[in-house]
Protein backbone atom coordinates (compact mmCIF):
# COMPACT_ATOMS: atom_id res chain seq x y z
CA UNK A 1 0.00 0.00 0.00
CA UNK A 2 1.44 3.29 -0.77
CA UNK A 3 -0.13 6.52 1.65
CA UNK A 4 2.23 9.30 0.44
CA UNK A 5 4.10 9.47 -2.70
CA UNK A 6 5.01 7.39 -5.47
CA UNK A 7 7.04 7.99 -8.52
CA UNK A 8 6.74 8.17 -11.83
CA UNK A 9 8.61 4.91 -11.98
CA UNK A 10 6.25 3.35 -9.71
CA UNK A 11 3.33 4.51 -11.56
CA UNK A 12 4.37 3.39 -14.78
CA UNK A 13 5.21 -0.01 -13.81
CA UNK A 14 1.32 -0.28 -12.49
CA UNK A 15 -1.00 1.16 -15.87
CA UNK A 16 -2.51 -1.92 -16.23
CA UNK A 17 -3.43 -2.97 -12.81
CA UNK A 18 -7.15 -2.99 -12.43
CA UNK A 19 -6.53 -2.57 -8.53
CA UNK A 20 -4.72 0.96 -9.09
CA UNK A 21 -7.33 4.53 -9.97
CA UNK A 22 -5.31 7.55 -11.09
CA UNK A 23 -7.29 11.12 -10.50
CA UNK A 24 -5.88 13.88 -12.91
CA UNK A 25 -6.51 16.57 -9.97
CA UNK A 26 -5.52 19.46 -12.45
CA UNK A 27 -7.01 22.79 -11.41
CA UNK A 28 -6.41 26.97 -11.55
CA UNK A 29 -8.58 28.82 -9.30
CA UNK A 30 -8.08 31.72 -11.88
CA UNK A 31 -9.65 29.59 -14.62
CA UNK A 32 -11.64 26.76 -13.32
CA UNK A 33 -12.71 25.00 -16.38
CA UNK A 34 -8.95 25.06 -17.11
CA UNK A 35 -7.81 21.61 -15.37
CA UNK A 36 -10.32 19.73 -16.99
CA UNK A 37 -9.66 21.18 -20.55
CA UNK A 38 -5.77 20.10 -19.85
CA UNK A 39 -7.28 16.63 -18.99
CA UNK A 40 -9.23 16.26 -21.87
CA UNK A 41 -6.43 17.02 -24.33
CA UNK A 42 -4.29 14.60 -22.62
CA UNK A 43 -3.65 12.65 -19.27
CA UNK A 44 -1.79 10.14 -17.62
CA UNK A 45 -3.25 6.73 -19.33
CA UNK A 46 -6.37 5.36 -17.41
CA UNK A 47 -6.90 8.42 -15.80
CA UNK A 48 -10.00 9.94 -14.32
CA UNK A 49 -10.92 12.99 -13.85
CA UNK A 50 -11.71 15.32 -9.94
CA UNK A 51 -12.82 18.99 -10.14
CA UNK A 52 -11.72 20.78 -7.13
CA UNK A 53 -15.21 22.42 -7.12
CA UNK A 54 -17.77 19.44 -8.14
CA UNK A 55 -16.36 16.90 -6.89
CA UNK A 56 -13.74 17.81 -4.27
CA UNK A 57 -15.63 20.38 -2.26
CA UNK A 58 -19.43 21.36 -1.07
CA UNK A 59 -21.31 24.64 -2.62
CA UNK A 60 -20.03 27.60 -0.75
CA UNK A 61 -22.50 29.54 1.57
CA UNK A 62 -22.76 32.46 3.55
CA UNK A 63 -21.11 30.87 6.48
CA UNK A 64 -18.59 29.20 4.94
CA UNK A 65 -14.65 29.37 3.14
CA UNK A 66 -14.25 29.46 -0.80
CA UNK A 67 -13.96 25.49 -0.50
CA UNK A 68 -15.83 23.73 1.89
CA UNK A 69 -15.47 20.07 2.89
CA UNK A 70 -17.92 17.92 0.67
CA UNK A 71 -20.84 15.96 2.73
CA UNK A 72 -19.37 12.67 2.95
CA UNK A 73 -21.85 10.55 2.00
CA UNK A 74 -21.54 12.69 -1.72
CA UNK A 75 -17.89 12.05 -1.47
CA UNK A 76 -18.64 8.46 -1.33
CA UNK A 77 -21.30 8.67 -4.22
CA UNK A 78 -18.65 10.21 -6.66
CA UNK A 79 -15.85 7.34 -4.81
CA UNK A 80 -18.70 5.10 -6.17
CA UNK A 81 -18.82 6.29 -9.71
CA UNK A 82 -15.02 6.00 -9.63
CA UNK A 83 -15.21 2.25 -8.89
CA UNK A 84 -12.97 2.65 -5.83
CA UNK A 85 -13.55 -0.46 -3.56
CA UNK A 86 -11.36 -1.24 0.23
CA UNK A 87 -8.57 -3.11 -2.41
CA UNK A 88 -8.09 0.49 -4.51
CA UNK A 89 -4.53 2.11 -4.70
CA UNK A 90 -5.22 5.50 -5.54
CA UNK A 91 -3.23 7.69 -6.96
CA UNK A 92 -3.74 11.47 -7.26
CA UNK A 93 -1.60 13.71 -9.64
CA UNK A 94 -1.72 17.56 -10.79
CA UNK A 95 0.21 19.89 -12.91
CA UNK A 96 3.55 19.44 -10.95
CA UNK A 97 3.55 20.65 -6.78
CA UNK A 98 0.51 18.44 -5.60
CA UNK A 99 -1.24 21.48 -4.46
CA UNK A 100 -5.10 19.88 -5.75
CA UNK A 101 -3.69 16.43 -5.52
CA UNK A 102 -3.06 16.99 -1.95
CA UNK A 103 -6.88 17.53 -1.53
CA UNK A 104 -8.05 13.98 -2.45
CA UNK A 105 -5.28 12.40 -0.54
CA UNK A 106 -6.59 13.87 2.79
CA UNK A 107 -10.18 13.65 1.77
CA UNK A 108 -9.80 9.67 1.12
CA UNK A 109 -7.96 9.32 4.70
CA UNK A 110 -10.77 11.31 6.19
CA UNK A 111 -13.38 9.09 5.08
CA UNK A 112 -11.37 5.92 5.93
CA UNK A 113 -9.35 5.24 2.84
CA UNK A 114 -5.75 4.84 3.36
CA UNK A 115 -4.59 3.47 0.43
CA UNK A 116 -3.64 6.49 -1.61
CA UNK A 117 -0.26 8.62 -2.17
CA UNK A 118 0.10 11.74 -4.57
CA UNK A 119 2.55 11.12 -7.53
CA UNK A 120 5.62 13.51 -7.03
CA UNK A 121 6.28 16.22 -9.79
CA UNK A 122 3.07 15.47 -11.02
CA UNK A 123 2.45 15.32 -15.04
CA UNK A 124 5.23 17.32 -15.07
CA UNK A 125 7.15 14.55 -13.89
CA UNK A 126 5.55 12.20 -16.01
CA UNK A 127 6.01 14.48 -18.98
CA UNK A 128 9.71 14.85 -18.77
CA UNK A 129 10.51 11.03 -19.01
CA UNK A 130 8.68 11.13 -22.53
CA UNK A 131 5.90 8.43 -21.43
CA UNK A 132 2.72 7.69 -22.80
CA UNK A 133 -0.19 9.95 -22.70
CA UNK A 134 -3.85 9.59 -23.46
CA UNK A 135 -6.80 11.56 -24.12
CA UNK A 136 -9.68 8.50 -23.82
CA UNK A 137 -11.92 8.60 -21.44
CA UNK A 138 -11.79 5.41 -19.23
CA UNK A 139 -15.29 3.76 -17.97
CA UNK A 140 -14.49 2.02 -14.67
CA UNK A 141 -17.65 -0.13 -12.77
CA UNK A 142 -19.23 1.60 -9.77
CA UNK A 143 -18.25 0.27 -6.74
CA UNK A 144 -19.59 -0.09 -3.34
CA UNK A 145 -17.71 2.13 -1.12
CA UNK A 146 -19.07 3.23 2.08
CA UNK A 147 -17.34 6.13 3.70
CA UNK A 148 -16.26 6.04 7.41
CA UNK A 149 -15.70 9.69 7.94
CA UNK A 150 -13.59 11.05 11.09
CA UNK A 151 -14.47 14.02 12.37
CA UNK A 152 -11.46 14.91 14.83
CA UNK A 153 -8.76 15.35 11.57
CA UNK A 154 -10.55 18.60 10.98
CA UNK A 155 -11.17 21.26 13.32
CA UNK A 156 -14.10 24.16 12.42
CA UNK A 157 -13.29 27.80 13.31
CA UNK A 158 -14.26 28.00 16.95
CA UNK A 159 -12.10 25.07 17.84
CA UNK A 160 -9.39 26.87 16.04
CA UNK A 161 -10.26 30.03 18.04
CA UNK A 162 -10.64 28.12 21.47
CA UNK A 163 -6.32 26.81 20.67
CA UNK A 164 -4.26 29.10 18.75
CA UNK A 165 -3.72 31.03 21.54
CA UNK A 166 -2.75 27.98 24.06
CA UNK A 167 1.03 27.46 24.25
CA UNK A 168 0.84 23.96 23.66
CA UNK A 169 -0.99 24.43 20.24
CA UNK A 170 0.40 25.51 16.99
CA UNK A 171 -1.82 27.24 13.92
CA UNK A 172 0.41 26.78 10.78
CA UNK A 173 -0.20 28.65 7.58
CA UNK A 174 0.39 27.37 4.31
CA UNK A 175 -0.01 31.12 2.14
CA UNK A 176 2.54 32.65 0.97
CA UNK A 177 4.54 35.27 3.10
CA UNK A 178 3.40 38.22 1.72
CA UNK A 179 -0.55 36.80 2.11
CA UNK A 180 0.05 35.91 5.26
CA UNK A 181 1.53 39.79 6.19
CA UNK A 182 -1.33 40.96 5.22
CA UNK A 183 0.62 43.01 2.15
CA UNK A 184 -1.39 41.41 -0.59
CA UNK A 185 -4.59 39.13 -1.17
CA UNK A 186 -5.87 37.93 -4.41
CA UNK A 187 -8.30 35.83 -3.31
CA UNK A 188 -10.38 37.03 -0.14
CA UNK A 189 -11.97 40.04 0.69
CA UNK A 190 -9.86 40.59 4.06
CA UNK A 191 -6.01 40.69 3.92
CA UNK A 192 -3.87 39.02 7.26
CA UNK A 193 -3.71 36.10 9.04
CA UNK A 194 -5.31 34.43 12.09
CA UNK A 195 -3.78 35.93 15.33
CA UNK A 196 -1.43 33.44 17.15
CA UNK A 197 -0.84 31.57 13.43
CA UNK A 198 2.80 30.75 12.02
CA UNK A 199 3.90 31.08 8.51
CA UNK A 200 4.92 27.88 6.58
CA UNK A 201 4.44 28.26 3.39
CA UNK A 202 3.56 24.95 1.48
CA UNK A 203 6.60 26.11 -1.29
CA UNK A 204 9.38 25.04 1.33
CA UNK A 205 8.02 21.56 1.27
CA UNK A 206 9.33 21.21 -2.51
CA UNK A 207 11.99 21.31 -4.19
CA UNK A 208 13.19 22.87 -7.46
CA UNK A 209 11.75 20.67 -9.73
CA UNK A 210 8.62 20.90 -8.05
CA UNK A 211 8.90 17.49 -6.06
CA UNK A 212 8.47 17.05 -2.30
CA UNK A 213 11.82 17.41 -0.06
CA UNK A 214 13.73 14.49 1.58
CA UNK A 215 12.37 13.52 4.91
CA UNK A 216 14.93 14.53 6.95
CA UNK A 217 14.56 18.04 5.45
CA UNK A 218 11.49 18.26 5.92
CA UNK A 219 11.50 17.07 9.50
CA UNK A 220 13.91 20.01 10.41
CA UNK A 221 11.64 22.73 8.75
CA UNK A 222 8.41 21.55 10.41
CA UNK A 223 10.07 20.87 13.83
CA UNK A 224 11.17 24.84 13.61
CA UNK A 225 7.49 25.92 12.92
CA UNK A 226 6.40 24.03 15.88
CA UNK A 227 9.01 25.13 18.31
CA UNK A 228 7.89 22.33 20.46
CA UNK A 229 4.17 21.49 19.98
CA UNK A 230 3.45 17.92 19.58
CA UNK A 231 2.47 16.99 16.07
CA UNK A 232 -1.17 15.89 17.65
CA UNK A 233 -2.01 19.94 18.89
CA UNK A 234 -0.38 21.00 14.83
CA UNK A 235 -3.12 22.70 13.11
CA UNK A 236 -3.14 24.09 9.52
CA UNK A 237 -4.76 26.12 7.16
CA UNK A 238 -4.35 28.39 4.13
CA UNK A 239 -6.91 30.28 2.44
CA UNK A 240 -9.95 27.43 2.17
CA UNK A 241 -8.49 24.31 3.11
CA UNK A 242 -7.00 23.29 -0.29
CA UNK A 243 -3.55 23.83 0.07
CA UNK A 244 -3.00 23.42 3.56
CA UNK A 245 -3.46 19.17 2.88
CA UNK A 246 -0.09 19.86 0.96
CA UNK A 247 1.43 20.45 3.93
CA UNK A 248 -0.17 17.84 6.04
CA UNK A 249 1.24 15.76 3.25
CA UNK A 250 4.56 16.58 4.10
CA UNK A 251 4.59 15.74 7.47
CA UNK A 252 3.83 12.23 6.61
CA UNK A 253 6.02 11.95 4.69
CA UNK A 254 8.52 13.66 7.45
CA UNK A 255 7.57 10.82 9.73
CA UNK A 256 5.22 13.68 11.26
CA UNK A 257 1.34 12.76 11.60
CA UNK A 258 -1.02 13.66 13.84
CA UNK A 259 -1.87 17.31 12.54
CA UNK A 260 -5.26 18.12 11.68
CA UNK A 261 -7.01 20.46 9.23
CA UNK A 262 -8.73 24.01 10.04
CA UNK A 263 -11.07 23.01 7.08
CA UNK A 264 -12.66 26.22 6.42
CA UNK A 265 -9.17 28.15 6.54
CA UNK A 266 -8.83 32.07 6.24
CA UNK A 267 -11.66 32.22 3.77
CA UNK A 268 -14.00 30.85 6.25
CA UNK A 269 -12.42 32.60 9.05
CA UNK A 270 -12.91 36.17 7.84
CA UNK A 271 -16.69 35.56 7.31
CA UNK A 272 -16.99 36.81 11.63
CA UNK A 273 -15.05 39.77 11.96
CA UNK A 274 -15.47 39.04 15.44
CA UNK A 275 -12.76 36.89 15.11
CA UNK A 276 -9.59 38.98 14.59
CA UNK A 277 -7.40 39.57 12.18
CA UNK A 278 -3.83 40.10 12.29
CA UNK A 279 -0.62 41.66 10.16
CA UNK A 280 3.12 41.85 9.72
CA UNK A 281 5.34 44.82 8.46
Known amino acids: MHTTLVSADTLAQHLDDSHWLIVDCRFDLAQPAAGEAAYRA ?12 RDLSSPITPSTGRHPLPDPEHFAA ?18 DNGMYASRLWWLLRWVGHRAVAVLDGGFKAWNSSQ ?50 AGKVEPLDK ?37 DGVADDHTIVMCGSGVTACHLLLALEVAGKPGARLYAG ?16 D
Open 265 to 280: SWSEWIRNPQRGVATT
Open 190 to 226: VAGHVPGARNHPFATNLTSDARFGAPEELRRRYQASQ
Open 131 to 180: RATSSAIPARAPSQFQARPERELWLDAEQVQARVQQPDWRLLDARAPERF
Open 42 to 53: GHIPGAIYAHLD
Open 78 to 95: TLRSWGVTADTQVIAYDA
